[in-house]
């Protein structure tokens, strides 16, 4: 069973850049056909797609945030990183990572809390 973890600060500044951390366990992140998706939701809305990296490290970003966002990983770690820069309150949201495969995202990390506030 895969099992994922996001970790980060729970609070950054306005304008800093927001950086957070999905630990994969029970599965390799270059397993072929799985993709690994950055999704968040603030409060009161609903889920919004931030982009994924795939099994072999192609990436995909919502055209909303392409600008400010960037997901790497380090494989010897079966880790995904997500980067999103220049935050404002609005970024204000539980992040979650995602493993999908065939539009099915069938393994989720418990979200994080995070919170963009001076």
């Known amino acids: 069973q895969v099992l994922l973890q996001e970790s980060g600060p729970g609070l950054v500044k306005p304008s800093q850049t927001l950086s957070l951390t999905c630990t994969v366990s029970?599965?390799?992140?270059?397993?072929?056909?799985?993709?690994w998706n950055w999704i968040r939701q603030p409060p009161g809305k609903g889920l919004e797609w931030m982009g994924a990296?795939?099994?072999?490290?192609?990436?995909f970003y919502s055209p909303a945030l392409k600008s400010r966002t960037s997901i790497s990983r380090d494989t010897s770690k079966n880790q995904i990183t997500l980067q999103l820069s220049s935050v404002t309150p609005e970024a204000t949201a539980v992040y979650y990572c995602?493993?999908?495969?065939?539009?099915?995202?069938?393994?989720w990390g418990q979200g994080t809390q995070v919170t963009v506030s001076s």
């Open positions: 995602a493993r999908e495969r065939g539009y099915d995202f069938g393994s």
């Open positions: 029970g599965g390799s992140i270059t397993t072929d056909y799985y993709y």
């Open positions: 990296i795939g099994y072999s490290g192609t990436t």
